[in-house]
């Protein structure tokens, strides 16, 4: 299973970006796949989820109304539009994934790191002031 993120890169407060997960080796209707990010000296924190299968989606509660996933299925790839980017979204953002068999019963787990298997390296987004 390879996950690899892009995207990722230094803009300007305000501005958007759109960050791409290319996954292979994995049967991507039956996985779920998220977003996560991690800014210096904080925890590894949720941002967005999608289960390419069937559809369904979710996002952390502070970042609602600014990011968007959805995906390529015929390109497997999961992507994460991210409009009026602020200082504090500056971070490494991972791509992850796991069955979607065990999220049908814990939906509510998917921002938690030390549910996924598979993750890729993480793509660099600084935002400036």
């Known amino acids: 299973v390879q996950l690899v993120e892009s995207g990722g890169a230094l803009v300007q407060a305000g501005g958007s970006l759109r960050l791409s997960c290319a996954a292979s080796?994995?049967?991507?209707?039956?996985?779920?796949i998220a977003w996560l990010r991690q800014a210096p000296g904080k925890e590894r924190e949720g941002v967005s989820t999608?289960?390419?299968?069937?559809?369904?989606?979710d996002y952390a509660y502070a970042l609602k109304g600014r990011v968007t996933i959805s995906t390529d299925n015929a390109a497997t790839t999961v992507y994460l539009q991210v409009n009026n980017l602020k200082p504090e979204d500056t971070a490494i953002y991972y791509c992850?994934?796991?069955?979607?068999?065990?999220?049908?019963?814990?939906?509510?787990?998917?921002?938690?790191?030390?549910?996924?298997?598979?993750w890729g390296q993480g793509t660099q987004v600084t935002v400036s002031s």
């Open positions: 080796g994995l049967t991507f209707d039956d996985t779920t």
């Open positions: 999608i289960s390419p299968g069937d559809g369904p989606s």
């Open positions: 992850a994934a796991a069955t979607t068999h065990y999220f049908l019963s814990r939906p509510a787990q998917w921002p938690r790191t030390l549910v996924y298997d598979y």
